[in-house]
């Protein structure tokens, strides 16, 4: 469903290396409206919830998890809404949240009635600290937990035959869990629940707290991919945090390690440093030739709706996204960058030098590239005013003037406009020429 053209950046076979790439795009959950949602400091209203729900449809994400409802009556209205509404598309499967405790498993239930198909998304922690710290229970009892949970839930939806149910899986803090004992808790579930290849369970991985290098989380999902009972049934996924700043290496190592589904959100809001950001893990696949299946070709649409939905503003820097992340002020980048653009042919695949990607591969342009200020050289001038004023400036004229603005940015310290360029052209330039061009 994406609009991008084919863009083999790097095309894969010409590469001799590494020996394993992605070739495929993962399953994509947005967890915007649940993990994302409760980290904000003021979670979204259910108009907001809603445009927020819209724009992932749009995107093209087809799993969603849209509330925490036992959490709260907004999320439980919420979810009342998508359903009783029919604001659910066809394609598109909605989850919800749930703690591993009965009258929080029968509220979330009961929200769900009458969905057409649904994700029950259960959980507990497994890793010591809170075993012994928060729950004070054993390992057998933390087991017990997951199974029972599953075993309630396996109950009440087999009483609404006419929702197709999932269940979905996750040990918390399943990256700082003894694998051994995550492994045994899994298997214990993907027996109780009973899924078949064709009614597949999730198993979800969370990086809860990222808290090792992103190889090593990659071993971990690699051991589950490989030990797991039933693998043919089961759908692996990983739900990586970023309080490492690794969360999208740990995400792309997981996918090859084995796991076949992601969850994060866009732009990577979530718990603390956020969730792994779908944006970046999206456009990055993208970069190398593979087709996303997520639409982001306008990028500042869904940038500005997500800004609004969280009143989160997007970092200037943040890749494919930001506002200064296809712009170069620097005189030798402006150069190369020029030559570049205007060495390109039709159907050429993207090779513009110090642009990862087409700009308008993600909606923004190329007047947004080239910036001037004080760092700028002539190249970055000249595309400026040949783009907006239509002046095709020799050389030796390029010279020259870049000294003018040169003086002018240097006084003034502030980036210039090609309009600001335009009148230092007229007034700074050709009127200091006019008694040279009067003789
Ligand atoms: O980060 C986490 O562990 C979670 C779980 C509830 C899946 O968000
Ligand atoms: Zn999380």
């Given at each position: 469903?994406?609009?991008?053209?084919?863009?083999?950046?790097?095309?894969?076979?010409?590469?001799?290396?590494?020996?394993?790439?992605?070739?495929?795009?993962?399953?994509?959950?947005?967890?915007?409206?649940?993990?994302?949602?409760?980290?904000?400091?003021?979670?979204?209203?259910?108009?907001?919830?809603?445009?927020?729900?819209?724009?992932?449809?749009?995107?093209?994400?087809?799993?969603?998890?849209?509330?925490?409802?036992?959490a709260s009556q907004t999320d439980f209205d919420f979810v009342r809404k998508l359903i009783e509404e029919d604001r659910i598309p066809q394609d598109v499967t909605i989850e919800v949240l749930t703690q591993a405790r009965e009258h929080l498993i029968r509220r979330t239930v009961e929200s769900l009635i009458g969905?057409?198909?649904?994700?029950?998304?259960?959980?507990?922690?497994?890793?010591?600290?809170?075993?012994?710290?928060?729950?004070?229970?054993?390992?057998?009892?933390v087991k017990q937990l997951a199974v029972e949970a599953v075993s309630l839930i396996k109950t009440l939806t087999e009483a609404h035959p006419e929702t197709e149910?999932?269940?979905?899986?996750?040990?918390?803090?399943?990256?700082?869990?003894?694998?051994?004992?995550?492994?045994?808790?899994?298997?214990?579930?993907?027996?109780?629940?009973?899924?078949?290849?064709?009614?597949?369970?999730?198993?979800?991985?969370?990086?809860?707290?990222?808290?090792?290098?992103?190889?090593?989380?990659?071993?971990?999902?690699?051991?589950?991919?490989?030990?797991?009972?039933?693998?043919?049934?089961?759908?692996?996924?990983?739900?990586?945090?970023?309080?490492?700043?690794?969360?999208?290496?740990?995400?792309?190592?997981?996918?090859?390690?084995?796991?076949?589904?992601?969850?994060?959100?866009?732009?990577?809001?979530?718990?603390?440093?956020?969730?792994?950001?779908?944006?970046?893990?999206?456009?990055?696949?993208?970069?190398?030739?593979?087709?996303?299946?997520?639409?982001?070709?306008?990028?500042?649409?869904?940038?500005?709706?997500?800004?609004?939905?969280?009143?989160?503003?997007?970092?200037?820097?943040?890749?494919?996204?930001?506002?200064?992340?296809?712009?170069?002020?620097?005189?030798?980048?402006?150069?190369?960058?020029?030559?570049?653009?205007?060495?390109?042919?039709?159907?050429?695949?993207?090779?513009?030098?110090?642009?990862?990607?087409?700009?308008?591969?993600?909606?923004?342009?190329?007047?947004?590239?080239?910036?001037?200020?004080?760092?700028?050289?002539?190249?970055?001038?000249?595309?400026?005013?040949?783009?907006?004023?239509?002046?095709?400036?020799?050389?030796?004229?390029?010279?020259?003037?870049?000294?003018?603005?040169?003086?002018?940015?240097?006084?003034?310290?502030?980036?210039?406009?090609?309009?600001?360029?335009?009148?230092?052209?007229?007034?700074?330039?050709?009127?200091?020429?006019?008694?040279?061009?009067?003789?």
């Open positions: 469903n994406t609009k991008y053209r084919p863009f083999p950046a790097f095309p894969v076979a010409e590469r001799s290396w590494p020996s394993k790439t992605i070739t495929q795009a993962p399953i994509w959950m947005s967890t915007d409206l649940r993990d994302g949602n409760q980290a904000l400091f003021e979670p979204m209203n259910a108009e907001r919830k809603l445009r927020m729900f819209e724009t992932l449809v749009q995107i093209g994400v087809k799993e969603i998890e849209v509330a925490f409802p036992s969905a057409r198909r649904a994700i029950v998304h259960v959980y507990n922690a497994t890793a010591r600290p809170w075993r012994e710290q928060v729950f004070g229970m054993s390992l057998v009892e149910w999932i269940l979905q899986y996750s040990p918390e803090t399943f990256s700082q869990t003894e694998p051994e004992f995550a492994l045994e808790v899994c298997n214990a579930v993907i027996a109780t629940w009973n899924p078949t290849p064709s009614k597949k369970l999730i198993i979800n991985l969370p990086a809860t707290v990222e808290a090792a290098t992103p190889n090593v989380y990659a071993d971990q999902v690699e051991f589950m991919h490989r030990k797991l009972d039933r693998r043919d049934c089961v759908v692996l996924s990983v739900h990586p945090h970023n309080d490492r700043g690794t969360a999208v290496a740990a995400a792309e190592l997981g996918v090859l390690a084995g796991a076949d589904r992601v969850e994060g959100c866009l732009f990577g809001n979530g718990e603390r440093t956020g969730n792994v950001d779908l944006v970046t893990l999206a456009l990055n696949l993208y970069t190398q030739g593979v087709d996303p299946g997520l639409d982001f070709s306008d990028i500042n649409a869904v940038a500005r709706t997500v800004e609004d939905c969280t009143q989160l503003p997007i970092h200037p820097r943040h890749p494919y996204v930001g506002d200064l992340v296809f712009t170069a002020f620097s005189g030798s980048h402006q150069d190369a960058i020029k030559k570049g653009l205007a060495a390109r042919r039709d159907g050429d695949s993207w090779d513009v030098p110090y642009l990862p990607i087409d700009p308008a591969d993600v909606g923004r342009s190329y007047e947004s590239v080239i910036r001037v200020n004080s760092q700028s050289g002539k190249g970055g001038i000249a595309y400026l005013l040949e783009a907006h004023y239509g002046l095709v400036m020799p050389r030796r004229l390029q010279v020259e003037f870049s000294g003018v603005v040169q003086k002018h940015t240097d006084a003034t310290g502030a980036e210039v406009s090609a309009d600001e360029l335009w009148r230092l052209f007229g007034q700074e330039y050709l009127d200091a020429q006019q008694p040279i061009r009067l003789h």
